[in-house]
């Protein structure tokens, strides 16, 4: 049966470098005025009306709504009239709150980009109760942030039990390589994740808990804070180092085996890490991540650097090169273990075909909200993550539109 709402996506924040990416690949992949009904959002209408000239043929015919991100009747107004609602609108805890409320009223489905550990423990925390009440299905980190991450764990998860019977007992993500940065708008909200923290030192706690994002009262596994220090990765017999998103990827992974009822086992264990290569040079490099890290941790808790450093990221509406973003690529290797037979152990890649911060984010984001608006899916609601929300329906949807790749590969 045919939504009765006006809209089965409106995509909120077309107007940023980030939306209009998503509403280009909108375009190019489903087209204006067909089957998917869908219109772009934002604040300033002649903005909305530039972006849709940019767009070229077809642009003009995506509906243009004006909505203001602080106006809680605006967010209302927005979240009644679609199926799901798309935000690229960060940082979130700055201008995110008010939508995330009218969407759980309303039963509107939710997706978006952040990586804001506090502020997704505070949405979870005001409106889960309603969100069961009404439907719907509210899902953070759909972009490079987390969804190579959730989605690849759910994935060897799968195979592990397909090929088996039994599952994981331990997942470990190896970034193998990546040409093309991360988004600007990713290290803005981890810039405000650091302010919150130094006016709120209790969120400093939160950012360190490992389960930081399972629900109240789940058990909670062995796994610890992720580690700076270089290590050796015997099984690829080569050296790692500190993975920048580590502490909000592995925690969404970790919720998605507390939300699936612990399907990927009571004491499973989860890590990130960077591969960089064997012998003296490998380690060389894993230590340079190291320290990078490490001290540019230390000098961004400094408020005076930190307002620097937030000068020197991309304005909005600015970004990497339609030729950039098209070179870009990243790899990631996803390791399985079984639980007693380590021949049976399995190893995935994933791979995306543009860069993650941009292109390739801006594809997954797409397709999550298509998912969540035409997809047959599990009946689940609250604040989900994207394998449990989306699981196998997503992966296809990546594989077919997407240029994202997920293959069991041999050891």
């Known amino acids: 049966m045919k939504n009765a709402r006006e809209f089965d996506i409106i995509l909120f924040g077309a107007t940023g470098f980030t939306g209009r990416l998503v509403a280009r690949y909108l375009l190019e992949q489903y087209g204006s005025g067909g089957s998917l009904r869908w219109a772009i959002a934002g604040r300033n209408l002649e903005k909305l009306q530039e972006v849709s000239g940019d767009l070229g043929e077809g642009g003009d015919a995506i509906p243009r709504l004006q909505a203001d991100s602080t106006s809680a009747s605006d967010m209302e107004e927005l979240a009644a009239r679609t199926t799901v609602v798309c935000s690229t609108v960060g940082p979130y805890a700055k201008y995110g709150s008010a939508l995330i409320r009218a969407c759980a009223e309303h039963g509107t489905h939710y997706c978006d980009l952040t990586a804001e550990i506090p502020w997704m423990v505070r ?11 009404t439907g719907a299905r509210l899902v953070h980190a759909c972009g490079f942030d987390s969804i190579p991450s959730d989605l690849g764990a759910f994935f060897v998860h799968s195979e592990m039990n397909l090929r088996h019977g039994v599952p994981c007992q331990r997942i470990q993500l190896r970034v193998e390589d990546f040409s093309g940065g991360f988004s600007g708008g990713t290290v803005a909200s981890m810039l405000h994740m650091m302010e919150e923290a130094e006016s709120n030192p209790s969120l400093q706690t939160l950012l360190e808990n490992p389960y930081a994002l399972d629900p109240e009262g789940s058990p909670q596994g062995r796994d610890q804070p992720e580690s700076l220090a270089p290590r050796f990765d015997k099984t690829l017999s080569q050296w790692t180092g500190p993975f920048v998103m580590a502490g909000v990827n592995t925690k969404v992974v970790r919720r998605t085996n507390a939300l699936l009822e612990h399907a990927y086992g009571d004491d499973f264990r989860y890590d990130e890490a960077v591969l960089t290569g064997a012998g003296p040079l490998g380690l060389l490099r894993a230590s340079g991540l190291s320290v990078g890290s490490g001290l540019s941790m230390g000098l961004l808790s400094v408020p005076s650097l930190r307002k620097f450093a937030s000068t020197k990221l991309p304005e909005p509406g600015e970004g990497p090169s339609k030729e950039k973003r098209e070179a870009g690529f990243w ?64 992966i296809n949807r990546l594989q077919e539109n997407a240029g994202v790749s997920f293959e069991i590969c041999e050891p």
């Open 331 to 394: 790899k990631v290797r996803l390791l399985g273990t079984h639980p007693v037979d380590p021949a049976r152990n399995l190893q995935a890649r994933l791979t995306g075909d543009m860069d993650p911060g941009y292109g390739s984010t801006s594809k997954m984001i797409g397709e999550t909200a298509v998912c969540l608006a035409l997809d047959e899916l599990p009946e689940r609601a609250g604040f989900l993550t994207t394998a449990v929300a989306m699981g196998d329906a997503l």
């Open 123 to 133: 949405m979870m925390n005001e409106h889960q109760e309603r969100a069961l009440q």
